[in-house]
T-cell receptor
Framework: DAGVIQSPRHEVTEMGQEVTLRCKPI?????LFWYRQTMMRGLELLIY????????DSGMPEDRFSAKMPNASFSTLKIQPSEPRDSAVYFC????????????????FGDGTRLSIL | GQNIDQPTEMTATEGAIVQINCTYQ??????LFWYQQHAGEAPTFLSY????GLEEKGRFSSFLSRSKGYSYLLLKELQMKDSASYLC????????????FGTGTRLTVIP
C-alpha cells in the first residue's frame, strides 16, 4: 500500500522565493494535516483538513503561509515570500475518521520535505 | 493552551528496560498517542491509550492515568534499533482529529 507521498524531499531556495510543498494522502483517508518540525519547537500543527475543508488553520504562522486541498488526493502548502526562519522539515499526515475525534485512528506521516531558505 | 512535557534525552543499555514519561495539560482529552521517529525519517505510530491502564504490544507498552495527566512508554529488551526519538501526542476533545505533540525524547541505546 502506498503511504503518504510528499514532494519534494529536499528544497533549497533563496529568501523571497515562493515555495510549494505537495502531499498525496493515503487513498480513503478523509483528514489531512500539515506539520512543521524544528529542533527548538518540535512538531507543530499548521493546518488540517477534514473532507477537503480546512478545519483549523490557527497554527499557520502568518499570511505568508497558505494551504489548499482541491480534492481528496492532493494538497499543497505554499510559502510566499519565504524567509530563513521558515527552514524546517514539513510533514504531511493523513488519517481516516469515522466520527469526529474518536477511536484510535492514528495519523500516518509522509517522509517530509526538508526546506532550507538561504 | 496545550502543554506536553517529556524528558529531552535518555540513555539505556541494550537488553534493558526503559520508561519514557509524558505529562500533559490540555484543554480537553480524547486519547494519547506514542510515535517513534528515527533520525531523518517520518514519525510512525506505536500505541494509543484513551482509558486508564496499560496497553501492551510486544516489547512496547503504554500506560495512561487521565486523572494525573500522565503517560509512559515502556520499552523492554532494548535493541540498538530502538535508538530514536519518542513523541507523545494528545488529541484534544475539541478538535476533529488533530494532535498536540511533545518535543520528543531522544533515546540512545548503548551496547
Amino acid at each position: 500500500d502506498a503511504g503518504v507521498i510528499q514532494s519534494p524531499r529536499h528544497e533549497v531556495t533563496e529568501m523571497g522565493q515562493e515555495v510549494t510543498l505537495r502531499c498525496k494522502p493515503i487513498s480513503g483517508h478523509n483528514s489531512l494535516f500539515w506539520y512543521r518540525q524544528t529542533m527548538m519547537r518540535g512538531l507543530e500543527l499548521l493546518i488540517y483538513f477534514n473532507n477537503n475543508v480546512p478545519i483549523d488553520d490557527s497554527g499557520m504562522p502568518e499570511d505568508r503561509f497558505s494551504a489548499k486541498m482541491p480534492n481528496a488526493s492532493f494538497s499543497t502548502l505554499k510559502i510566499q515570500p519565504s524567509e530563513p526562519r521558515d527552514s524546517a522539515v514539513y510533514f504531511c499526515a493523513s488519517s481516516f475518521v469515522i466520527i469526529s475525534g474518536t477511536g484510535d485512528q492514528p495519523q500516518h506521516f509522509g517522509d517530509g520535505t526538508r526546506l532550507s531558505i538561504l | 493552551g496545550q502543554n506536553i512535557d517529556q524528558p529531552t534525552e535518555m540513555t539505556a543499555t541494550e537488553g534493558a528496560i526503559v520508561q519514557i514519561n509524558c505529562t500533559y495539560q490540555t484543554s480537553g482529552f480524547n486519547g494519547l498517542f506514542w510515535y517513534q521517529q528515527h533520525a531523518g525519517e517520518a514519525p510512525t505510530f506505536l500505541s494509543y491509550n484513551v482509558l486508564d491502564g496499560l496497553e501492551e504490544k510486544g516489547r512496547f507498552s503504554s500506560f495512561l492515568s487521565r486523572s494525573k495527566g500522565y503517560s509512559y512508554l515502556l520499552l523492554k529488551e532494548l535493541q540498538m534499533k530502538d535508538s530514536a526519538s519518542y513523541l507523545c501526542a494528545v488529541r484534544d476533545r475539541d478538535g476533529a482529529n488533530n494532535l498536540f505533540f511533545g518535543t520528543g525524547t531522544r533515546l540512545t541505546v548503548i551496547p
